[in-house]
T-cell receptor
Framework: DSGVTQTPKHLITATGQRVTLRCSPR?????VYWYQQSLDQGLQFLIQ???????AKGNILERFSAQQFPDLHSELNLSSLELGDSALYFC???????????FGEGSWLTVV | QQPVQSPQAVILREGEDAVINCSSS?????VHWYRQKHGEAPVFLMI?????EQKGHEKISASFNEKKQQSSLYLTASQLSYSGTYFC??????????FGTGTRLKVLA
């Protein structure tokens, strides 16, 4: 158990819908990262937050947005879902730069 | 832009050594290495922050050649538990990461 909690573990939704994935980082970790992993695209970095502020954006679509709240939990919002958004979404956290990054178990999203 | 890892796949016997390479076309701030077993989340192995830095983690170590924009992961005296897919994560801009193509490693008894 990494200490990073992601919910929900699995969800199935229809195209065009909107979902929210939630992540609770390890206690004391200020950085939260979001990643997408799919068979054809591999592991992709989406976005990083540090202590509530957005730090870097990767290959995150405009239909996707994220935020980190004052209690440091984070949410990834995926809207206007397409079949190609079906993937495993990981959240990870770390204390800060150069520290070990701990991954949650992921949220499986299936868009039908 | 995606870093290229080599080899794509490797099969070892227990006790054998392996080297996995990660080459980037862009200058790097840092390199991370991860191992992911099938159906599980990636596990962070180590980060290399400076060119030429070498770090170790049990029998797994890595080097970072900043000039060549390359990193190598060294697995010595491999164990069954080392099986999985290894990814390098390259920091191409401050805090922005791109992951390598992955190397599947299988250790046989």
């Amino acid at each position: 158990d990494s200490g990073v909690t992601q919910t929900p573990k699995h969800l199935i939704t229809a195209t065009g819908q909107r979902v929210t994935l939630r992540c609770s980082p390890r206690s004391g970790d200020l950085s939260v990262y979001w990643y997408q992993q799919s068979l054809d695209q591999g592991l992709q970095f989406l976005i990083q937050y540090y202590n509530g502020e957005e730090r870097a954006k990767g290959n995150i679509l405009e239909r996707f947005s994220a935020q980190q709240f004052p209690d440091l939990h984070s949410e990834l919002n995926l809207s206007s879902l397409e079949l190609g958004d079906s993937a495993l979404y990981f959240c990870a956290s770390s204390r800060g730069d150069g520290n070990t990054i701990y991954f949650g178990e992921g949220s499986w999203l299936t868009v039908v | 832009q995606q870093p290229v890892q080599s080899p794509q796949a490797v099969i070892l016997r227990e006790g054998e050594d392996a080297v996995i390479n990660c080459s980037s076309s862009k200058a790097l701030y840092s390199v991370h290495w991860y191992r992911q077993k099938h159906g599980e989340a990636p596990v962070f192995l180590m980060i290399l922050l400076k060119g030429g830095e070498q770090k170790g983690h049990e029998k797994i170590s890595a080097s970072f050649n900043e000039k060549k924009q390359q990193s190598s992961l060294y697995l010595t005296a491999s164990q069954l538990s080392y099986s999985g897919t290894y990814f390098c994560g390259t920091e191409i801009e401050a805090y922005k990461y791109i992951f390598g193509t992955g190397t599947r490693l299988k250790v046989l008894a």
